[in-house]
């Protein structure tokens, strides 16, 4: 049972345009959201995160969003440049269970064309 | 600059084979963990460990076990490699107030043949 989905596999953005990575949760329990980023040939990064209290958080070009009573959050970035081509993951964790463990989705390939 | 370090970027393995996976992190981080990543599914969570001798099983941790005698080096051990655990292996470290910021290392490409 999938409960962290990213149901884009690949998205595709012109440079200079504002790119929308979507992902939806389906466990009420979770209440930390993060995302991360993967060049090929390295680990993931971490990029951003926020917790349910929030329903938006900023960092430089990256905005999170979440929206907890759709079970919801969407990560944009503003700009768009094509360093920013990578595959980002939604991740998520939360109370009940391990407070260690993080729930992964499958991932988007962003690419941003110049 | 945190980083995380695995023994290898690529290997080999035979089937039946005890596979031994090393991973050093040099920012005194209390958390490791390992993670698998396959087309598809992901990143799901082996074990992990929050000290020192301690550790608790992730999603799939059936046919791995996992070693952390000193606080900068969590091991994985496959006890006898099959096809089925061909894929990359990936080890994370994080700090005990941001477990979840976690810091990756490039992964270990593992196949069993």
């Known amino acids: 049972d999938q409960q962290v989905k990213q149901n884009s596999p690949s998205l595709s953005v012109q440079e200079g345009r504002i790119s929308i990575l979507n992902c939806d949760y389906t466990n009420s329990m979770f209440d930390y959201f993060l995302w991360y980023k993967k060049y090929p040939a390295e680990g993931p990064t971490f990029l951003i995160s926020?917790?349910?209290?929030?329903d938006k958080n900023e960092d430089g070009r990256f905005t999170v969003f979440l929206n907890k009573s759709a079970k919801h959050l969407s990560l944009h970035i503003v700009p768009s440049q094509p360093g920013d081509s990578a595959v980002y993951f939604c991740a998520a964790s939360g109370k009940g269970g391990s407070n260690y463990k993080l729930t992964f989705g499958k991932g988007t390939l962003l690419t941003v064309n110049p | 600059d945190v980083k995380v370090t695995q023994s290898s970027r690529y290997l080999v393995k035979r089937t039946g084979e005890k596979v031994f996976l090393e991973c050093v992190q040099d920012?005194?981080?209390?958390?490791m963990f390992w993670y698998r990543q396959d087309p598809g599914l992901g990143l799901r969570l082996i074990y992990f460990s929050y000290d020192v001798k301690m550790k608790e099983k992730g999603d799939i941790p059936e046919g791995y076990s996992v070693s952390r005698e000193k606080k900068e080096r969590f091991s994985l051990i496959l006890e006898s490699a099959s096809t089925n655990q061909t894929s990359m292996y990936l080890c994370?470290?994080?700090?005990?107030?941001?477990?979840?910021?976690?810091?990756f290392g490039p992964g270990t490409r593992l196949t069993v043949t």
């Open positions: 994370a470290s994080s700090l005990p107030g941001k477990r979840w910021e976690q810091y």
């Open positions: 926020i917790s349910s209290i929030k």
């Open positions: 920012m005194d981080h209390e958390n």
